[in-house]
């Protein structure tokens, strides 16, 4: 059985994680190469010219178009990895012994993945009272989850009630952090794609100047918002099991990745 995990850098952190199902991606074509990244997110049927509005979901977009080789499949940030030798959230100093610490190594993953369809991260509980969708309004344009709602009703109106019900929950998975059956990775993409693309025409990124800095990545947001509605709709249907997540604590220059104060608590 294959498993494939793409990790996105899109700058060179002085450390690149890999082997044989940890396969890093240089995301974006305007970066220069990095020494031990062999996948490009600007090959094939790509989104490179968009990830700065993107994200994580331009490499969700990638793999689903040009990685089908693989059982298993999931994208994961270059600092954040499931830890499949604890069920808590971590953060680890040393990026030189995660994959030992994590047990990211083929044997170990397999043991995990018997008899489960998914693997999830350890959900958030939000603090002060807020919920999915209040905690999006504190950070995030309004407008943009009041036009995702609109365009879900439209084109996919099987997933209106698990939208509501995913917005008014205060435990929830942020960051899509997950390993999933090809199935049902390219059923999420499936179910994201059209509904950031209009979201994208909606809200004329590029021209929006609402749109800028952090901002600029407002669809990669909603994708990791859009994989709660996603599994409120379909986790019923599969035999799904959490495992723990390390962050690795080193300077970033996009400061949304910093864990926030209003989860882990």
Not at 122 to 150: C, F
Not at 206 to 211: K, P, V
Not at 240 to 245: D, I, L, Q, S
């Amino acid at each position: 059985m294959r498993i494939d995990i793409f990790t996105t850098y899109y700058f060179d952190p002085g450390f690149i994680i890999k082997n044989d199902i940890i396969k890093p991606v240089l995301v974006d074509n305007c970066f220069a190469p990095i020494n031990g990244i062999e996948l490009f997110e600007d090959s094939g049927d790509n989104l490179a010219h968009q990830s700065r509005y993107w994200g994580e979901a331009s490499v969700f977009y990638w793999a689903y178009k040009n990685q089908q080789q693989a059982d298993y499949m999931g994208v994961w940030a270059y600092r954040r990895y499931l830890n499949f030798n604890s069920t808590k959230f971590e953060f680890c100093n040393s990026p030189d012994t995660i994959l030992q610490q994590n047990g990211l190594q083929y044997p170990k993953i397999l043991g995990h993945l018997e008899g489960f369809d998914v693997i999830l991260r350890p959900i958030d509980q939000l603090k002060y009272g807020l919920n999915l969708l209040t905690h999006w309004n504190s950070h995030h344009p309004s407008e943009a989850m009041v036009m995702v709602r609109q365009i879900i009703n439209e084109i996919c109106p099987a997933y209106i009630g698990a939208f509501d019900d995913a917005m008014a929950r205060d435990r929830v998975y942020f960051n899509h952090h997950f390993l999933a059956r090809k199935a049902i990775f390219n059923r999420f993409c499936q179910f994201i794609m059209p509904i950031l693309f209009q979201l994208g025409r909606g809200l004329a990124l590029g021209a929006n100047q609402t749109y800028t800095g952090k901002q600029q990545r407002i669809l990669g947001f909603v994708a990791e918002r859009l994989w709660n509605v996603f599994l409120v709709h379909n986790a019923h249907l599969w035999r799904v099991k959490e495992v723990g997540m390390s962050f690795i604590q080193i300077e970033s220059p996009n400061d949304s990745e910093k864990p926030r104060k209003y989860v882990h608590g």
